[in-house]
Nanobody, 124 residues
Framework: QVQLVESGGGLVQAGGSLRLSCAAS????????AGWFRQAPGSDREFVGS????????YYGDPVKGRFTISRDNAKNMVYLQMNNLKPEDTAVYYC?????????????????WGQGTQVTVSL
């Protein structure tokens, strides 16, 4: 079992930056891939980025490529999402997901564990 807790969300002006963190706990965090997804009101949960267990592979959704960076620190059981040049359309609840298979994935249904989410609001 893996428990995930996101933090770092908040209100920021367009063009600003935020760093989201995802803290994982549980005795089976090894060989776990991680991903970030987001969900705006009235929309489906959208893929943002994912990272493999070894950090050798990362994927990004088209809307965030070149602006967001996903990383992890396995020694600390942490996954991060650095978000730069934020836009109002980035406003959403951001969720951290964990996948038992250590390979990164863009598919929401391949993630077994989810956090509660953290709100990101980008104003003009």
């Amino acid at each position: 079992q893996v428990q995930l807790v996101e933090s770092g969300g908040g209100l920021v002006q367009a063009g600003g930056s935020l760093r989201l963190s995802c803290a994982a706990s549980g005795r089976t965090f090894s060989n776990i891939a991680a991903g970030w997804f987001r969900q705006a009101p009235g929309s489906d949960r959208e893929f943002v980025g994912s990272i493999s267990w070894t950090s050798s592979t990362t994927y990004y959704g088209d809307p965030v490529k070149g602006r967001f960076t996903i990383s992890r620190d396995n020694a600390k059981n942490m996954v991060y999402l650095q978000m730069n040049n934020l836009k109002p359309e980035d406003t959403a609840v951001y969720y951290c997901g964990a996948r038992k298979n250590g390979l990164a994935s863009t598919r929401r249904n391949e993630y077994t564990y989810w956090g509660q989410g953290t709100q990101v609001t980008v104003s003009l």
